[in-house]
């Protein structure tokens, strides 16, 4: 492995999932938290405070279709101020309603459904995804992105954020290229790592220099 893909791996190879407190599995609970998570990350807002207001929506009991679907829009909207997500509170509660009742009535409150109607193609899961409100190319990459850790079909799923990290650190830009500098199982890692290298000039002149 190369030397700076181990540093990356080792400084910044975590998941937007773990940083939100999400045990990845291919469960629905786990699956709903990923999709809200996606979501929030979606927004023109900083990663960190996406990741703080989904943990406040899920220790408010936001964490299952269901869950979501019993908090109240203001429930919803105080949970996203705690996380200080405030520029967008109003919308995203609003459409995290909507998603709760979509993935409930069209999923059975099992987003594993997606997997299975998509037919295990990453292009049509996309699509799926995008029909959840506020959920574009962008909040369907970081879906697929980070769902490769548990949906092997997805794999390898490098989307242009990634490829600008990879292009930054003059790794490979090309998906199976890049899958390559990585065991599978690190993957989600991988690439969640070099997003952040996309967003972070100073952290890729870090890692370069090492």
Known sequence: MDAVVKKLLR?????????????????P??????????NLLSARISSDIAVSAARELFEAGGGT???????????RVDALGRGHYVRYDESTASRLGDTAEIVQDKYKGDLRRLAIESGRDPGKAGDLLQEFPGVGPTGADIFCREAQAIWPWLRPYVDDQVKKGADRLGLPTGAGELAEEVPDKDLARFTAALVR?????????????A
């Open 11 to 27: 400084e910044s190879g975590r998941t937007f999932a773990e940083e939100a407190g999400i045990t990845l599995k291919d469960q």
């Open 29 to 38: 609970a786990a699956l709903f938290k990923l999709l809200v998570l996606a």
């Open 65 to 75: 279709a269901r869950g979501m679907g019993r908090l109240s829009w203001q429930d």
């Open 197 to 209: 290298v996309a967003h972070d000039k100073k952290l890729a002149d870090q890692l370069k220099a």
